[in-house]
T-cell receptor, first 120, second 115 residues
Framework: GAVVSQHPSRVICKSGTSVKIECRSL??????MFWYRQFPKQSLMLMATSNEGSKATYEQGVEKDKFLINHASLTLSTLTVTSAHPEDSSFYICSARDPRNRALGGYEQYFGPGTRLTVT | GDSVTQMEGPVTLSEEAFLTINCTYTATGYPSLFWYVQYPGEGLQLLLKATKADDKGSNKGFEATYRKETTSFHLEKGSVQVSDSAVYFC??????????????FGQGTILTVHP
């Protein structure tokens, strides 16, 4: 199946700094990628939809100036957490939609392994 | 808006026991339904899916039937193994409109299987 990678897998940063997380589709081109946030023992919350070559679409309540998303190529989307604070500590997961396997209800999504962000 | 509700965990079973994880949903349209599994330290993987009413998805001994009348998509397995220990997520995706292709997840159910 299709593979999605994320880098880094873990990052610890100081409050006030910015952190960039990369999401790559390794063996397919993804025009659409999604960014999720997962709190401990809770579900995944969709943060934004990233479309190659255009601006990301953010879900209600997600600050677009704080969580900057760039989808510069068909295989790479980045999430930058700007001026991070301890409350931004979370598990961030990306997924990519594989247009080769279109099914009713949308293309199948493949998930990255996630990035654990800890802000001290 | 759309929502998915799963039975609360954690669920702890002995090997070879029968598993049921309940999932119900609310949606405005005709969604596709999914079960995803997250093994420790790994990303989510699609376990099975169903795209219309009365469809049965199955994979690795797991099954779930799309029940439109009860808006449910319960996950079942006849005999669980220790290797099935993971977090299971029920999810839906709308077929059209502005929510096209977006996944809405349930809260996840932790399953632990003991030898």
């Amino acid at each position: 199946g299709a593979v999605v990678s994320q880098h880094p897998s873990r990052v610890i940063c100081k409050s006030g700094t910015s952190v960039k997380i990369e999401c790559r589709s390794l063996d397919f081109q993804a025009t659409t990628m999604f960014w999720y946030r997962q709190f401990p023992k809770q579900s995944l919350m969709l943060m934004a939809t990233s479309n190659e070559g255009s601006k990301a679409t953010y879900e209600q309540g997600v600050e677009k100036d704080k969580f900057l998303i760039n989808h510069a190529s068909l295989t790479l989307s980045t999430l930058t957490v700007t001026s991070a604070h301890p409350e931004d500590s979370s598990f961030y997961i990306c997924s990519a939609r594989d247009p080769r396997n279109r099914a009713l209800g949308g293309y199948e999504q493949y998930f990255g392994p996630g990035t654990r962000l800890t802000v001290t | 808006g759309d929502s998915v509700t799963q039975m609360e965990g954690p669920v702890t079973l002995s090997e070879e026991a029968f598993l049921t994880i309940n999932c119900t949903y609310t949606a405005t349209g005709y969604p596709s339904l999914f079960w995803y599994v997250q093994y420790p330290g790994e990303g989510l993987q699609l376990l099975l899916k169903a795209t219309k009413a009365d469809d049965k998805g199955s994979n690795k001994g797991f099954e779930a039937t799309y029940r439109k009348e009860t808006t449910s998509f319960h996950l079942e397995k006849g005999s669980v193994q220790v290797s099935d220990s993971a977090v299971y997520f029920c999810a839906l995706s709308e077929a059209g409109g502005t929510s096209y292709g977006k996944l809405t997840f349930g809260q996840g159910t932790i399953l632990t299987v003991h030898p």
